[in-house]
Nanobody, 124 residues
């Protein structure tokens, strides 16, 4: 049974930091590229970051470049998103997702497996 379980969300003040984790099981984690998406109330799901199967070539949406860092530990089957200098506009539910595709994909339909999401709330 494929599972992606996000954790690490919470309430933080603007300028603060959070580290999200995504624990994967039920599939070959190292054979999938991984992404983070987010969805704010009333908005469509938005691409945040992508990382290759071996942990290289990180790719970010412009709004988080220089503030967020995506990484992975294939030995632990875990994906991370370090979020620094958080802003109120970062408030959303954050989802991790796995893709069989190698090339960076920013559309949700390119991903095969999804977690249930973790809430991040940034107070101004």
């Amino acid at each position: 049974q494929v599972q992606l379980v996000e954790s690490g969300g919470g309430l933080v003040q603007a300028g603060g930091s959070l580290r999200l984790s995504c624990a994967a099981s039920g599939f070959t984690f190292s054979s999938h590229s991984m992404g983070w998406f987010r969805q704010a109330p009333g908005k469509e799901r938005e691409f945040v970051a992508h990382i290759s199967r071996i942990g290289g070539s990180p790719y970010y949406v412009d709004s988080v470049k220089g503030r967020f860092t995506i990484s992975r530990d294939n030995a632990k089957n875990t994906l991370y998103l370090q979020m620094n200098s958080l802003k109120s506009e970062d408030t959303a539910i954050y989802y991790c997702a796995a893709s069989k595709l190698v090339v960076v994909r920013t559309t949700p339909m390119s991903y095969d497996y999804w977690g249930q999401g973790t809430q991040v709330t940034v107070s101004s």
